[in-house]
């Protein structure tokens, strides 16, 4: 007789009680008897194709979801900042994840998230696409001056640039905005005026704010250096701890495994469909 091993995820109902997976249909067997309980009531990243993961390999699937949940069970940082950066990881213009977002704009609500923040999160999302501009604008000046190409010249009408006025006052100003507002400081003051608003909007501390940058930058789908270093220098002046940086970079791993939840899927459906043309074709004598 096979033995047989249950992960029980721990979540909470609409009355706050424990509910396990099992109640909720989300049992998983693996090959040895054993079950695991993953502590702080939460799934982490995963989705059902957990399911199947431990249906063919129970050993690395065991492995894998003690890490990928680790930062829902240590609580170095509240359940909800851990949704809000989860959520930021997903819905990042350089991710957009659908099944992500969905996944942790529903936890980070159960875990007391207002509307506000997570919108907040969501243009934060949005705004991250600057870094295009802060690659490719130093590059363009410099091979077009290499190229002898003319630049374009200020206006005499220029517009007032208001916005970007106020963050150099105010200490804000990025020296790498230096390049794209040369090119057009016109567009960059409208960019710099949508900016200012998430950002002063006081919805969130600054510390969380510093956090959620750190994830967005330092996320595998961005790996975007120079704004890593800049929101780890501004976090830790603003007093998060090392371990408080470290969980929003185990976050950032953790969410690797999206990979097997949009993988898994399609390997089951296509074996599935392989299995069934392979069956047609010995019943038939004939490839179809």
Not at 5 to 32: H, I, P, Q, W, Y
Not at 67 to 89: D, F, Y
Not at 157 to 182: H, K, V, Y
Not at 236 to 250: D, N, P, S
Request: proline share 5%; aromatic share 6%.
């Amino acid at each position: 007789m096979n033995s047989r091993s249950v992960v029980v995820f721990m979540e909470m109902n609409r009355n706050g009680d424990e509910l396990d997976a099992r109640e909720a249909g989300m049992s998983l067997t693996a090959g040895k008897e054993k079950v695991v309980t993953i502590a702080g009531r939460s799934r982490g990243p995963w989705d059902t194709s957990l399911e199947q993961l431990f249906e063919w390999d129970p050993g690395w699937a065991e492995t894998c979801v003690q890490m990928a949940t680790n930062p829902w069970t240590t609580g170095v940082l509240p359940r909800k900042t851990v949704e809000l950066i989860s959520l930021a990881l997903s819905v990042s213009c350089t991710n957009v994840n659908y099944e992500g977002t969905r996944l942790h704009i529903h936890a980070a609500l159960e875990a007391g998230a207002a509307r506000e923040e997570i919108l907040m999160v969501l243009k934060m999302a949005s705004l991250l696409s600057i870094h295009s501009c802060s690659l490719a604008v130093p590059i363009l000046l410099e091979e077009a001056r290499e190229a002898g190409v003319e630049l374009p010249q200020p206006s005499a009408q220029t517009e007032p640039t208001l916005a970007c006025d106020a963050m150099r006052s105010s200490g804000q100003w990025n020296r790498a905005w230096d390049p794209i507002f040369e090119l057009d400081p016109a567009w960059t003051d409208k960019f710099m005026a949508a900016n200012i608003s998430v950002y002063s909007s006081g919805l969130m501390s600054p510390k969380l704010v510093e956090l959620l940058g750190i994830a967005f930058d330092a996320s595998f789908s961005h790996m975007y250096a120079p704004g890593t270093r800049r929101h780890i220098r501004a976090a830790l002046r603003l007093g998060a701890t090392v371990e408080e940086i470290m969980e929003v970079l185990k976050l950032c791993v953790a969410h690797g495994v999206q990979a097997c939840k949009l993988g898994i899927p399609v390997l089951a459906e296509e074996l599935n469909e392989f299995e069934r043309r392979k069956k047609l074709k010995n019943s038939t004598g004939k490839q179809v």
